[in-house]
């Protein structure tokens, strides 16, 4: 497949929406991994497909130096805004999570909050993760597992807006024994639990509001897709919803992710 047009149109996609709105729910995620990485005042740490910055952020309130990068230039602008905004130093960068322009061992931490599973060819971007960080130090990565609200979502919305056939689901990180394959030879030591963050709204139909606004995806297929296909996705994700919160309600629902915590070996 052509990875650096997929990749272009990766870069348009992330840079769509109101992505501020879904930031903000998924933000208890990039503190969780902070604090299961131990970052600490005085590390220099990389967060890898930011958004804009929930882990970067987390990381230099406990007083990292933090570069974040991004390969939507999009979402890096929102990043950069979004730092100014908090009066927080973080350095921004646009750049690709499968050839990060980083010497090796430059950081003591990178970590990447349901950004790195995006990529289209996950082994290179472990190598990379890796690559970048000191022996003994540490990789963290989210992600949604395969039976998890998002993942749900992610399969609609590839149904919809199917990539190239070679690309992987993202939930693939998901499974614990895949992630452990992936880092083998990578990892001197690996730890992995699972945790949820909670998916919240006034109703069915408020939460699918939300994610029309706020995911990405969802704004890139609203302008790609033809009227009758884009309300045909719609629709599916509200029977996803009201299934999963159990009728038409308040929607409090659970996505399960793995929080994953490496040390590159010495």
């Known amino acids: 497949m052509d990875f650096a047009e997929f990749k272009q149109r990766q870069s348009r996609t992330w840079g769509q929406g109101d992505y501020a709105v879904l930031s903000q729910l998924l933000a208890p995620a990039a503190r969780e991994l902070c604090d299961a990485c131990a970052v600490s005042a005085g590390q220099e740490v990389l967060d890898v497909a ?85 022996p003994g130090n540490t990789v963290g990565l989210t992600a949604w597992t395969p039976d998890s609200f998002p993942a749900e979502m992610f399969r609609i919305g590839r149904r919809y807006s199917p990539p190239p056939p070679d690309v992987p689901e993202s939930s693939e990180w998901g499974h614990e024994d895949l992630v452990r394959r992936r880092l083998d030879g990578l990892a001197g030591t690996l730890d992995i639990e699972r945790s949820t963050v909670t998916w919240e709204a006034e109703s069915p139909e408020a939460l699918v509001a939300l994610m029309e606004r706020g995911s990405p995806p969802m704004a890139a297929a609203r302008q790609a897709l033809p009227a009758e296909r884009m309300e045909d996705m719609l629709g599916e994700l509200l029977e996803l919803i009201r299934r999963l919160s159990g009728g038409d309600g308040p929607v409090a629902i659970e996505g399960e992710y793995l929080l994953i915590v490496a040390r590159k070996r010495g």
């Open 50 to 134: 930011a958004g804009d910055g929930n882990f970067a952020l987390a990381c230099a309130e406990e007083g990292a130096s933090v570069v974040a990068t991004d390969l939507a230039p999009g979402m890096v602008e929102r990043g950069m805004a979004r730092m100014r905004d908090e009066g927080v130093d973080v350095e921004w960068q646009v750049a690709d999570a499968e050839a990060l322009p980083f010497g090796d061992g430059r950081f003591e931490c990178a970590g990447s909050v349901f950004g790195v599973m995006l990529a289209p060819r996950p082994e290179v971007a472990a190598r990379e993760l890796f690559r970048v960080v000191r």
